[in-house]
């Protein structure tokens, strides 16, 4: 689990985080899930079968939570014990998500980003007079960590139809992404603890 260096300060990005078995089979459940269409993407999952997709998630998730407590991300409340809100997000693949900073009210000061199935490009924009963008290639099975300057101070965004990283080409497909993060004041959705 070693880091790999980006230029937007405050954001840390992992590869291969998410075990295959785990991965693959989360994958098949949100294959089959019914979803909210949103603008660019959707979100709003529901399953055909609840009892199924609980025994992927949860222990997905609770391996996930190691993870993250081994990089100490988060700080752990009483008894080791991490309290995490979460949100689960597909794209098609010419899925987008405009330019935006997640909201604070609903995430705290740090948001991880699970990948699944399809890499994609996210573009990040620092919002202040230098205008510096930075793109990261962000792959399957991977975290990373918005934390800091990047999660105030820098947007981000997936473009549709994105699909070449530095001049090179590369196969993009439907994709879903998993954050976590510390609950905001208006946060009222599923707490996660493990």
């Known amino acids: 689990m070693h880091p790999i260096p980006t230029r937007v300060p405050g954001l840390v ?7 295959d078995s785990f991965h ?8 089959t899930a019914y979803y909210e269409q949103n603008v660019g993407h959707y979100d709003g999952f529901s399953f055909r079968d609840d009892n199924a ?5 949860y222990p997905m998730v609770k391996c996930l939570f190691q993870k993250m407590k081994a990089l100490k991300i988060f700080k752990a409340c009483s008894g080791n014990k991490l309290k995490l809100g979460c949100s689960l997000i597909g794209y098609e693949k010419n899925g987008f998500i ?12 740090t948001v991880v980003v699970f990948s699944f199935y399809s890499p994609c490009v996210i573009h990040f924009y620092q919002e202040n007079s230098t205008h510096k963008h930075e793109k990261i290639m962000i792959s399957h099975k991977s975290m990373y960590v918005m934390s800091g300057e990047s999660r105030y101070q820098w947007s981000h965004e ?37």
Do not use: W
């Open 13 to 19: 990005y992992y590869e291969n985080m998410v075990p």
């Open 98 to 109: 405009k330019r935006h900073i997640d909201a604070p009210n609903l995430s705290g000061d």
């Open 158 to 194: 997936i473009l549709a139809n994105d699909d070449q990283f530095n001049g090179k080409p590369f196969t993009r497909a439907k994709r879903y992404s998993l954050l976590l993060f510390e609950p905001g004041s208006a946060y009222q959705e599923e707490i996660l603890a493990f």
């Open 24 to 31: 693959d089979d989360f994958v098949k459940q949100l294959n």
């Open 53 to 57: 997709f609980d025994a992927v998630f």
